[in-house]
């Protein structure tokens, strides 16, 4: 049984920026693309960045381009969600999630496997 667990979330300033980490077990991440998507209270989930399984393409919503950056470490099935410049409008929980095979998605129904996703919220 596949396992994501989410970590680095927290309460920091506009302008901050947050690390987000996401470890896998119980699959053989590297055979996996490795997406971040974020849900705000009363909406819907929306995608922010996705990884190909070998790490050599990257993905991200063209809001978010610029200050978002997605990475991996296959060797530690772990990947990363790198968030600059942080404002209000990015206060969400965040989660990751994982899709098989080589076809990268930005919807999240094509995903199989979810974390439990962790809260990041943007305050002054």
């Known amino acids: 049984q596949a396992h994501l667990v989410e970590s680095g979330g927290g309460l920091v300033q506009p302008g901050d920026s947050l690390r987000l980490s996401c470890v896998a077990s119980?699959?053989?991440?590297?055979?996996?693309?490795m997406g971040w998507f974020r849900q705000a209270p009363g909406t819907e989930r929306l995608f922010v960045a996705a990884?190909?399984?070998?790490?050599?393409?990257?993905y991200l919503a063209d809001a978010l381009q610029g200050r978002f950056a997605i990475s991996r470490d296959n060797a530690q099935n772990t990947v990363y969600l790198q968030m600059n410049s942080l404002t209000p409008e990015d206060t969400a929980v965040y989660f990751c999630?994982?899709?098989?095979?080589?076809?990268?998605?930005?919807?999240?129904?094509?995903?199989?496997?979810w974390g439990q996703g962790t809260q990041v919220t943007v305050s002054s």
């Open positions: 990884m190909s399984a070998d790490g050599a393409s990257t």
């Open positions: 999630a994982a899709k098989y095979g080589s076809s990268w998605s930005r919807f999240s129904s094509d995903y199989t496997y």
């Open positions: 119980g699959l053989t991440f590297s055979n996996y693309i």
